[in-house]
């Protein structure tokens, strides 16, 4: 009887991205379940981590602008007032149109 050997375990292998690889690697996952068990044992008995200060209020930015269009923002134009004198220079009123005459030059009625 012919008996076969045993083939081992194939290697799973993954592709990540971390700040110690930015490019990225491939990882065995294997060792990145026992990694991160042994990182969740050394953060039960870390020292707490501190609170965050308060957020302080910026004039403006692309992330305070995200936040108002994510969430809705009042906005207020003030408005510019152009001179009536002005204004009609640019958009003055059209001349009314020419009135239509009943008879055309060179026509027999």
């Known amino acids: 009887m012919v ?3 045993p083939t081992p ?3 799973r292998l993954i592709w990540r991205i971390t700040e110690a690889a930015p490019l990225g690697e491939y990882v065995d996952a294997a060792e990145v379940a026992a990694s991160a068990a042994a990182a969740a044992a050394a953060r039960s008995v870390a020292a707490p981590v501190p ?3 308060e957020a302080t209020v910026s004039s403006g930015g692309w992330v ?3 936040f108002e269009l994510l969430h809705g923002a009042d906005v207020t134009e003030g408005y510019d007032t152009v001179p009536g004198e002005l204004f009609d220079s ?3 009123p059209s001349p ?3 009135p239509a005459a009943d ?3 060179g026509t027999k009625e």
Do not use: D
């Open 51 to 53: 609170t965050l200060p």
């Open 3 to 5: 008996q076969r050997k």
């Open 96 to 98: 009314p149109p020419a």
């Open 103 to 105: 008879k055309k030059p």
């Open 90 to 92: 640019f958009f003055s």
């Open 64 to 66: 305070v602008s995200s």
């Open 9 to 11: 375990a194939a290697k």
